[in-house]
């Protein structure tokens, strides 16, 4: 998990797509494999090291770590971790130059999102 964190905060983006693609294998593993404890684990890791910062702020990433980043919303929607923070942080990114991916992952996720959550999103 270190080496992932690294590659998301190299200044190189073939380091920090690299990341994102590690990323999206562990947490994908953990959840197909219906480990609650490890997908916990991961998202608690996640959260404390600030990775959505990384993926999911406007100022600090790229259009390649939001498009790749729909695994990760996906699997924590399934894993019903994704908290109003981390919602109200991704939606935030639709207010600027990546509205386009925000979109579309939102439209590959719509059967996992809760009402509350469309709710949040369309108020």
Known sequence: MKF???CLESQFLEKRIQGIKELNEVVTESTVGNEVQAMAS???????NGVFNIIWDARKTHIQLVQRSGDIFRCFLKADLLSEQLLEQFWNL???DYKQEVFKIL???DYFLEQ???EFLFK
Not at 42 to 48: K, L, N, Q, R
């Open 42 to 48: 991961i998202a608690a890791w996640i959260t404390d």
């Open 116 to 118: 509350s959550q469309i």
């Open 4 to 6: 992932i964190k690294k």
């Open 107 to 109: 439209k590959e996720c």
């Open 94 to 96: 639709s207010k600027s």
